[in-house]
């Protein structure tokens, strides 16, 4: 049956280009956001899970940042025992040179004495942003430890947990006390200050490889931090970014849909004027 008020025809062929041009502007969409879901909208569960997943690489950064930050002030820790530990090697020639009957000991004692100020000069300045690892304070509020934050953990749908490395002092200030050592007068006093250097070189040694292995477990930590949030990133762009080389296709497809479709609501538009040829 034709009727003049009611085109079916004409309907459906309106229907089927709406539904074209909806799924054409989700495509432009995509093209030029480069996202397959870019709001909730698009797919809720979908975008609620690379939200999480974003809130986390902002923190993995975040993580990074004081990672970098706590490696520096041990690398500089680090440095500086080591130099103690030189200092303390020439510190131990000279007492062994001292236990000779013929040695000069006021020149040996004069050098000494400028070790001693050395090693306390490289305790004072061995800090990175006010905090000084090889200090009894360090960092001037009685704080006897480095805390560094080292990850994000995440288990299920609880929130997430902060993890931290916390580096101890080795408080060379304490137990580094060069200051009190035997003054060397002749062979006797030099053997007496040789006995308290080799302590102090055990302490500075065991100090220095603290540090050292402080050091590397916090750069290892941060080449792993480095690698999760490259690799979270690309797990957020699986799920929500566009496959370019299908948008394209997709594009030229609907692009032709959409022109059949036009023509198709006009020739369904043009089936009433048929009628008039039943009057004629």
Sequence with gaps: MSSINTNNSAMVALQTLKSINSDLGQTQNAIATGKDISSAKDNSAIWAISKVMESDVAGFEAVSDSLALGESTVAVASA?????????????????????????????????????????????????????????????????????????????????????????????????????????????TAATAFAEIEGFMTTAIDGAAELGASAQRISDQGDFISKLGDAVKSGIGSLVDADMEAASAKLQALQTQQQLGVQALSIANQAPQTILSLFR
């Design 80 to 188: 500086g025992a080591e130099q103690i530990v030189e200092t303390l090697k020439e510190m131990k020639a000279l007492a062994i040179s001292g236990q000779s009957e013929t040695a000069d000991f006021t020149k040996i004692q004069a050098d000494m004495d400028e070790k001693v100020a050395q090693i306390s000069a490289v305790i004072g300045g061995s800090q990175f942003n006010g905090v000084n690892l090889l200090a009894t304070d360090v960092d001037g509020n009685a704080g006897t430890s480095l805390t560094v934050v080292s990850s994000l953990d995440r288990v299920g749908s609880a929130a997430p947990t902060v993890s931290t490395i916390d580096v101890a002092t080795v408080d060379f200030q304490a137990t580094l006390t060069v200051g009190t050592m035997t003054g060397i007068t002749n062979s006797t």
